[in-house]
C-alpha cells in the first residue's frame, strides 16, 4: 500500500507538532514556543538559547549524505531568510534520518567556523552527473552575490539532530518523571493527545501560533486536573439574568442570527433570542475565552451541537420533501424544537443550562454555520 503525499504531510506536522511540545515541557521562565512562523518550531528565550529547529520526519530509513537536499535545502532557506534570525543562537536540522558515515557533518560540533565555510563550499566544488536538485541549490547559495560573512554566520549556529526516535520513543522519556503523576502509559497517551490537540488546532494568536511558559503551565496543570480529579466546576452565572441595554439591543438587532428568526416569520421570539445571545456572549467572554482548556472544550461542544442540529434539519427536510408548503412551518419548528433541547454537557462543566445552550446555538447560527429555513440546502 502507497502513502499519498497528503499523509505524509499530515503525519510530518503531528511529529513536528510533538516536538513543540517537547519544546514546551523543557521551556524556562520567559520562554515561548512558535510554531509556523519563523520556521516549523521556535525556542526564543531571555535567559537560554534561541532556537530554530526545522523537523523531518521520515517513515522508511533514510540516510542523508553530504549533498543530500534536505540539508541544502534548510540551508538556503536560512541563509536567504537570514534578518529574520538575528536573534537566533542555534539552527538546527532535527531529522529522523541518519547521516552517512563518510558525512563531514559527523564531525561538524569539532570544525572552527572558517573551517565550515570552506568545508561547506568544497562539498559542491565537484560537479557529478544526475544531481540537478542539489547543484540548484548550490548555485543559488553560491551565486555570484554570495555574501560569505552571512553564510558563515548560518553555518555557525548550524547543527544537525539526527537519527531523532519516534514519536512513542520520544514521550515514553517523560513517563517516570513529567508523566509520573498520571500512573500508567495508556493516562499518559491520553494526556498527551489532548495537549498535542490543542498545539494542532488552537492558534493562540491570530496571525501565528505561540504558546509562553505561563499559558503552557496553566495549560498543562489545567488538563492535569482533568486526568486526576473527576470533579467538574459549575457554569458560572453571572450573566444569567442580564439585560441588554438599549444600545447593545440596536447592536444585536442588526446581527445575522436575528435576520435568520425573522425570516422563517418568528420576530415575537428575537428578544428573547436576543437576550440569550447577549447573556452568553458576556459568559463566553469572561469565563471562556482566555482559558485554553476551557475554550478547547467550548469548541468541541459547538461542534457537536452543529452536529446535531444539521442531522434535525436533514430531517426536517425530509418532512417536505413532497410537499413545498409545509417548507415554513417545518423551520419554524425546527427552530422552536431546537430551542427547548435541553442543555447538553459540556466538558468539565456540571451544570450547564439553557439560556447558555441557546446562545451557542444563535452564535452557530450568526456564523453562518447553519440556517433554520429548511428550503435551504
Same mark, same amino acid.
Request: aromatic share 10%; net charge positive.
Given at each position: 500500500?502507497?502513502?499519498?503525499?497528503?499523509?505524509?504531510?499530515?503525519?510530518?506536522?503531528?511529529?513536528?507538532?510533538?516536538?513543540?511540545?517537547?519544546?514546551?515541557?523543557?521551556?524556562?521562565?520567559?520562554?515561548?514556543?512558535?510554531?509556523?512562523?519563523?520556521?516549523?518550531?521556535?525556542?526564543?528565550?531571555?535567559?537560554?538559547?534561541?532556537?530554530?529547529?526545522?523537523?523531518?520526519?521520515?517513515?522508511?530509513?533514510?540516510?542523508?549524505?553530504?549533498?543530500?537536499?534536505?540539508?541544502?535545502?534548510?540551508?538556503?532557506?536560512?541563509?536567504?531568510?537570514?534578518?529574520?534570525?538575528?536573534?537566533?543562537?542555534?539552527?538546527?536540522?532535527?531529522?529522523?534520518? #541518519? *547521516?552517512?558515515? &563518510?558525512?563531514?557533518?559527523? @564531525?561538524?560540533?569539532?570544525?572552527? $567556523?572558517?573551517?565550515?565555510?570552506?568545508? =561547506? /563550499?568544497?562539498?559542491?566544488?565537484?560537479?557529478?552527473?544526475?544531481?540537478?536538485?542539489?547543484? #540548484? *541549490?548550490?548555485? &543559488?547559495?553560491?551565486?555570484? @552575490?554570495?555574501?560569505?560573512?552571512? $553564510?558563515?554566520?548560518?553555518?555557525?549556529? =548550524? /547543527?544537525?539532530?539526527?537519527?531523532?526516535?519516534?514519536?512513542?520513543?520520544?514521550?515514553?522519556?517523560?513517563?517516570?518523571?513529567?508523566?509520573?503523576?498520571?500512573?500508567?502509559?495508556?493516562?499518559?497517551?491520553?494526556?498527551?493527545?489532548?495537549?498535542?490537540?490543542?498545539?494542532?488546532?488552537?492558534?493562540?494568536?491570530?496571525?501565528?501560533?505561540?504558546?509562553?511558559?505561563?499559558?503552557?503551565?496553566?495549560?498543562?496543570?489545567?488538563?492535569?486536573?482533568?486526568?486526576?480529579?473527576?470533579?467538574?466546576?459549575?457554569?458560572?452565572?453571572?450573566?444569567?439574568?442580564?439585560?441588554?441595554?438599549?444600545?447593545?439591543?440596536?447592536?444585536?438587532?442588526?446581527?445575522?442570527?436575528?435576520?435568520?428568526?425573522?425570516?422563517?416569520?418568528?420576530?415575537?421570539?428575537?428578544?428573547?433570542?436576543?437576550?440569550?445571545?447577549?447573556?452568553?456572549?458576556?459568559?463566553?467572554?469572561?469565563?471562556?475565552?482566555?482559558?485554553?482548556?476551557?475554550?478547547?472544550?467550548?469548541?468541541?461542544?459547538?461542534?457537536?451541537?452543529?452536529?446535531?442540529?444539521?442531522?434535525?434539519?436533514?430531517?426536517?427536510?425530509?418532512?417536505?420533501?413532497?410537499?413545498?408548503?409545509?417548507?415554513?412551518?417545518?423551520?419554524?419548528?425546527?427552530?422552536?424544537?431546537?430551542?427547548?433541547?435541553?442543555?447538553?454537557?459540556?466538558?468539565?462543566?456540571?451544570?450547564?443550562?439553557?439560556?447558555?445552550?441557546?446562545?451557542?446555538?444563535?452564535?452557530?447560527?450568526?456564523?453562518?454555520?447553519?440556517?433554520?429555513?429548511?428550503?435551504?440546502?
Amino acid at each position: 500500500m502507497t502513502t499519498n503525499d497528503n499523509t505524509l504531510k499530515t503525519l510530518g506536522f503531528i511529529y513536528q507538532t510533538y516536538i513543540g511540545l517537547i519544546k514546551c515541557l523543557e521551556m524556562n521562565s520567559n520562554e515561548k514556543i512558535v510554531i509556523e512562523h519563523l520556521g516549523d518550531v521556535t525556542k526564543i528565550s531571555t535567559s537560554t538559547s534561541s532556537q530554530q529547529i526545522e523537523v523531518k520526519h521520515h517513515l522508511d530509513e533514510t540516510t542523508l549524505s553530504d549533498r543530500s537536499q534536505e540539508i541544502w535545502n534548510t540551508v538556503w532557506n536560512w541563509y536567504n531568510n537570514s534578518n529574520k534570525y538575528i536573534k537566533i543562537d542555534e539552527m538546527i536540522l532535527f531529522t529522523t534520518a #541518519k *547521516l552517512s558515515q &563518510k558525512s563531514i557533518f559527523r @564531525e561538524w560540533h569539532s570544525i572552527d $567556523l572558517d573551517k565550515r565555510y570552506l568545508v =561547506f /563550499k568544497a562539498i559542491g566544488e565537484n560537479k557529478k552527473t544526475n544531481e540537478q536538485k542539489f547543484r #540548484k *541549490l548550490y548555485d &543559488k547559495i553560491f551565486s555570484p @552575490e554570495h555574501d560569505p560573512e552571512k $553564510l558563515k554566520c548560518i553555518l555557525g549556529r =548550524f /547543527k544537525i539532530l539526527s537519527e531523532q526516535q519516534t514519536i512513542k520513543t520520544i514521550i515514553n522519556q517523560y513517563y517516570k518523571t513529567t508523566f509520573r503523576f498520571l500512573g500508567n502509559e495508556k493516562q499518559m497517551e491520553e494526556f498527551v493527545s489532548a495537549l498535542i490537540g490543542v498545539l494542532l488546532t488552537l492558534p493562540i494568536h491570530q496571525k501565528r501560533w505561540e504558546i509562553t511558559y505561563e499559558d503552557f503551565n496553566t495549560l498543562f496543570k489545567n488538563y492535569a486536573k482533568r486526568f486526576t480529579d473527576s470533579s467538574e466546576t459549575p457554569l458560572q452565572l453571572s450573566f444569567e439574568d442580564y439585560e441588554p441595554n438599549i444600545s447593545e439591543q440596536q447592536e444585536l438587532i442588526k446581527k445575522h442570527f436575528v435576520s435568520e428568526i425573522q425570516r422563517i416569520d418568528l420576530s415575537d421570539e428575537v428578544t428573547d433570542a436576543i437576550n440569550d445571545y447577549c447573556r452568553t456572549n458576556k459568559t463566553v467572554i469572561k469565563y471562556f475565552e482566555n482559558n485554553i482548556v476551557k475554550s478547547k472544550d467550548l469548541k468541541d461542544y459547538r461542534k457537536q451541537l452543529q452536529k446535531t442540529l444539521s442531522t434535525s434539519k436533514k430531517l426536517s427536510k425530509l418532512n417536505c420533501k413532497n410537499d413545498t408548503k409545509r417548507i415554513l412551518t417545518e423551520s419554524q419548528k425546527l427552530y422552536l424544537e431546537s430551542m427547548k433541547m435541553e442543555a447538553r454537557k459540556i466538558n468539565g462543566v456540571s451544570n450547564n443550562r439553557d439560556f447558555f445552550q441557546r446562545g451557542v446555538i444563535h452564535s452557530i447560527v450568526d456564523n453562518k454555520q447553519l440556517t433554520w429555513h429548511i428550503g435551504d440546502d
